[in-house]
């Protein structure tokens, strides 16, 4: 009697708290895609169409901001559900959406890899950086990774399927299983493992590089206060970018890490053993998932907070489309004299 009221309390714990998040993703998901594609619209439109274009670096980050909003569309169509428009539970659309997630979340963070990389070589030979951080290399490595991404994830296609019993999208195809269980541990790895241990690795380089450097510009500071000369200025201007790109793959990492902890432990469980699922483990995967949607969705933010650059163009970006707006007719009216003014020079 005493363990099946303690099993009862506990799934009525679970229900309660399973209901918590339910809630939380009801009301959270169409803000964070709302203001996450908004914000990454933003994004391409500074990365691309200003100054910043002539940056290796604006070239990762907007193609960033591309996958990212592929992968918040496939958020949102999945959150339709909860509103009882679901597109995504179909035939056809089952198929189309787990391969856009597939692609989108492998792209992401293969490109947050290559420009914390790309960091990396800038911080550590900065006089070479000229020669290998170059825009047409960047946008050489973002072809080759999204080249990549439509081959490996392609066969998610294959694999998906409506399942009969319960109306679900995922993996429910039997003539594919013995193939399904493996793609989706490689792609653990693949998506997950490889490019989160780089991203630790080098974003501690890169931690130690600019510690360097504020020690060695302190130090001159102090010895030019001493001796009452000026100041040295910033012998490295990209610091402040590299500051900026540390932060995003930082946040990216640990909004990321939970999900690929839980998902190695729910695979493990998987290959291990087919009992269904502990509560704990439902709970703490919904709970990651949700830190795992946001982290396509906030980059904008981290812009406007640690990018000075980036600020700068947004300001000039929409100050000069309101200052054209509301000139726009006076600047018809003078263009429309000096057209007038050179044909009656051109008369006489």
């Known amino acids: ?14 229900y309660e708290i399973n209901g918590f998040f339910q809630d939380i993703q009801r009301y959270y998901t169409p803000i964070l895609v709302f203001l996450g594609l908004l914000g990454n619209c933003i994004s391409v439109f500074v990365f691309f169409g200003t100054k ?6 604006s070239i990762y ?6 996958s990212d909003s592929g992968f918040l569309m496939t958020v949102f169509v999945s959150w339709l559900k909860m509103v009882h428009m679901d597109l995504f539970n179909r035939q056809g659309f089952c ?9 989108c979340s492998f792209l992401s963070v293969w490109f947050v890899v290559a420009f914390t990389v790309e960091r990396y070589v800038a911080v550590r030979w900065p006089l070479r950086r000229q020669f290998w951080c170059t825009v047409a290399r960047a946008k050489m490595i973002v072809i080759g990774f999204t080249t990549l991404a439509v081959l490996l994830t392609s066969p998610v296609v294959v694999f998906s399927k409506i399942s009969e019993n319960s109306t679900d999208c995922g993996y429910f195809d039997k003539e594919w299983e ?20 780089i991203i630790v690795i ?35 201007p990209q610091t402040k970018v590299t500051k900026m790109l540390l932060l995003v793959s930082s946040a990216f990492f640990c909004l990321n890490m939970p999900a690929f902890v839980f998902r190695v432990i729910a695979v493990d469980n998987n290959v291990h053993d087919n009992s269904r699922s502990v509560m704990w483990l439902i ?24 990018g ?28 429309h004299g000096k057209q007038c003014g050179r044909h009656l020079i051109t008369q006489l």
């Not at 910043?52 to 670096?57: A, M, P, T, V």
């Not at 980050?61 to 591309?66: K, N, Q, R, V």
């Not at 787990?98 to 692609?103: D, E, G, N, T």
């Not at 700068?312 to 100050?319: K, L, N, P, Y």
């Open 1 to 14: 009697m005493i363990a099946e009221s303690n099993s009862t309390i506990a799934n009525e714990f679970f």
């Open 52 to 57: 910043l274009r002539y940056s290796s670096s």
């Open 61 to 66: 980050l907007g193609a960033l901001a591309i």
């Open 95 to 103: 198929q189309f959406f787990i391969y856009l997630a597939s692609l």
């Open 178 to 197: 013995s193939w399904a269980v493996p793609y989706n541990i490689i792609d653990t790895v693949v998506t997950f493992a490889v490019p989160l241990t």
């Open 202 to 236: 080098f974003n501690t380089l890169i931690a130690r590089n600019i510690y360097k450097l504020d020690h060695i510009r302190r130090t001159l500071t102090i010895e030019s206060d001493v001796s009452n000369e000026r100041a040295p200025r910033d012998r490295m």
């Open 283 to 306: 709970l703490a995967q919904q709970m990651s998932q949700l830190l795992f949607d946001t982290s396509f969705g906030i980059n904008f933010i981290l812009y406007c907070v640690s």
């Open 308 to 335: 000075q650059n980036f600020r700068r163009e947004i300001v000039h970006m929409f100050t000069k489309c309101s200052s054209t707006r509301r000139n726009g007719p006076l600047v018809q009216m003078a263009n």
